[in-house]
């Protein structure tokens, strides 16, 4: 077998989910959760992997633990609005396009499936969708209308105290807008409810490093560490992870054939290990969204701007981690799964945990049950 970085693998991931082929997604997936059990952009993977082959309940449950760790994340919300209305439960299927249409308000396909859903329930589809106050705090975000957003975020907030996905937004506009002890607070509150959340706990070493928060990040550094495994390499010439060098991260191929020597580096254990050479100037994001969603980019075709505000606004207001020389982890998964209804309206979700057959994750918290009325 021959070292791959973890960006690359999960950009060829992508391409055979793409290219229709489903199982072999699904396969490469699960074999990168055994070298990083909680690497979340692996599991957003695995739960369209399965969703195109439809197996809708594994989806689910992979979805949700995505939830679990970036509660508006698009993809598990269109997701789940797809299970969910192959279940025929039509309230939940509305719930999940919501979020994802709040997210690319200005989205024509997104905005046609909300009413076509409302249709399905209703008997008639409506004739527009309105925005709710979710939708216009983060068209302010958007907008570097930081003010504007903290203040439309703290009214929804007040309405929806159970809206994870406005509570992390609200922390990420408090820490752009310098107001880093209420992010700090922010993140907290959210963590009591969603411990692996990764914007939460990123947010919070942030605060930490500028000093609005003086308590122990020790916990908090390695759920980010092992949830975006990029991140143990941030250096303030690199400040984020997507600046990270793709080849800083490294794992085996799934049953590809021996690869040439490589230049030798040391991990984060102190043994010796082989990558091939890297440039720093050589720096990728992550790869894309999969092809099936690839449409709903954020392409703004009717540009919403701060100066034309859409008239459907409510009236209310220095190592290498390398894991090519060792052998995957076993993996023990406990009998307990997440309960069915853990997706409307989350005071939480189901976390990346050790719970799902077949597939490790992230370690499994205290989790109760969320109102599932709509």
Wanted: proline content about 8%; some cysteine.
């Amino acid at each position: 077998m021959t070292s791959i970085s973890l960006r690359d693998y999960t950009q060829e991931i992508n391409q055979m989910i793409e290219n229709g082929q489903a199982q072999g997604a699904i396969d490469h997936s699960l074999h990168v959760l055994k070298y990083f059990p909680r690497h979340v952009d692996t599991y957003r993977l695995l739960g369209t992997a399965y969703l195109e082959d439809h197996r809708y309940s594994e989806a689910s449950d992979v979805f949700l633990r995505v939830l679990s760790v970036v509660p508006d994340d698009l993809v598990a919300h269109i997701g789940m609005s797809v299970i969910r209305e192959h279940e025929n439960r039509l309230d939940d299927a509305i719930w999940h396009m919501q979020r994802a249409f709040e997210f690319q308000p200005a989205n024509r396909l997104l905005r046609d499936e909300l009413r076509r859903l409302h249709g399905a329930r209703e008997g008639l589809e409506p004739p527009r969708v309105y925005l709710t106050r979710g939708a216009l705090a983060r068209m302010y975000y958007k907008g570097d209308l930081l003010p504007q957003a903290i203040a439309e975020l703290q009214a929804a907030l007040s309405e929806e105290p159970n809206r994870l996905d406005l509570l992390i937004l609200l922390a990420r506009s408090c820490s752009q807008a310098g107001q880093h002890k209420q992010a700090a607070q922010t993140c907290l509150s959210l963590l009591n409810k969603l411990p692996n959340c990764l914007d939460a706990n990123r947010i919070l070493l942030e605060s930490s490093w500028k000093g609005a928060y003086e308590g122990d990040i020790t916990a908090n550094i390695q759920r980010v560490q092992e949830i975006d495994p990029y991140f143990v390499f941030v250096t303030p010439q690199f400040p984020a992870s997507d600046q990270v060098s793709d080849i800083a991260v490294n794992l085996e191929w799934l049953d590809r054939p021996p690869a040439p020597p490589r230049s030798e580096f040391t991990d984060n254990t102190g043994q010796s290990v082989d990558i091939p050479s890297v440039q720093h100037a050589d720096l990728e994001m992550a790869g894309t969204l999969p092809g099936w969603i690839s449409d709903l980019e954020e392409v703004n075709s009717e540009g919403w701007t701060p100066d034309s505000k859409p008239d459907e606004v409510p009236t209310k207001p220095d190592t290498v981690q390398e894991r090519t020389d060792a052998a995957p982890q076993t993996i023990h998964f406990p009998e307990d799964a997440p309960s069915d209804d853990e997706d409307t309206k989350p005071t939480q979700v189901a976390p990346l945990n050790e719970t799902m057959p077949g597939s490790p994750g992230i370690d499994s918290e205290n989790q109760s049950s969320p109102d599932s009325s709509e």
